[in-house]
């Protein structure tokens, strides 16, 4: 029984840590003091938000379809996260269900080189099919309630949306 109340007092304990660290990672930042100065490049990434910064050989017609198409995906990667990490099953399945129903860019017919995406690399059509699959594979291992392959197949989704995101900034 002593036993039983120790172990339940650091699931509690754990719970509680992980509550805090949560809701302090989504509070607001704290305003700078009246007078203080900012750089300028700390003032253009708090404007900016969290995201990609813009590649130099992206026009703003290939950005403008990439915003519309990840309008969603941050987050829907927030949500995936916490389901896989909590293993809420769930949450997890209709996360990963929806990331890949989401429609994709087709790739640019020949000669169509100045359309929006004419300008996104191959590698970036590549790894769009990847995180179709991908995300279809951590699905069925939350609806099987399979840990192993859930954490497994979550962990290969998030590389592939590190090596669009890498493909994206440097046109590999």
């Avoid at 992980?18 to 990434?45: D, I, M, Q, R, Y």
Wanted: aromatic content about 4%; proline content about 6%; some cysteine.
């Amino acid at each position: 029984m002593k036993r039983a109340l120790s172990h339940l007092s650091l699931v509690l304990v754990g719970c509680l840590s992980l509550g805090a660290l949560l809701s302090a990672s989504a509070a607001e930042p704290e305003k700078p003091k009246a007078g203080a100065s900012k750089p300028k490049a700390k003032a253009a990434e708090a404007k900016a938000g969290p995201g990609l910064p813009a590649p130099d050989y992206l026009p703003e017609s290939a950005r403008a379809l990439l915003r519309k198409k990840m309008a969603r995906h941050g987050q829907d990667a927030r949500d995936l996260m916490f389901g896989v990490t909590l293993l809420r099953y769930d949450v997890a399945r209709a996360t990963a269900e929806r990331i890949a129903a989401e429609p994709r860019i087709d790739r640019p017919e020949a000669g169509s080189e100045n359309e929006p995406a004419g300008f996104l690399p191959e590698r970036f059509f590549v790894l769009q099919d990847e995180v179709r699959r991908r995300a279809q594979a951590v699905a069925a291992a939350a609806g099987k309630k399979d840990d192993a392959t859930l954490s497994e197949s979550y962990g290969l989704l998030v590389q592939t949306c590190v090596s669009c995101h890498s493909a994206y900034l440097k046109r590999e």
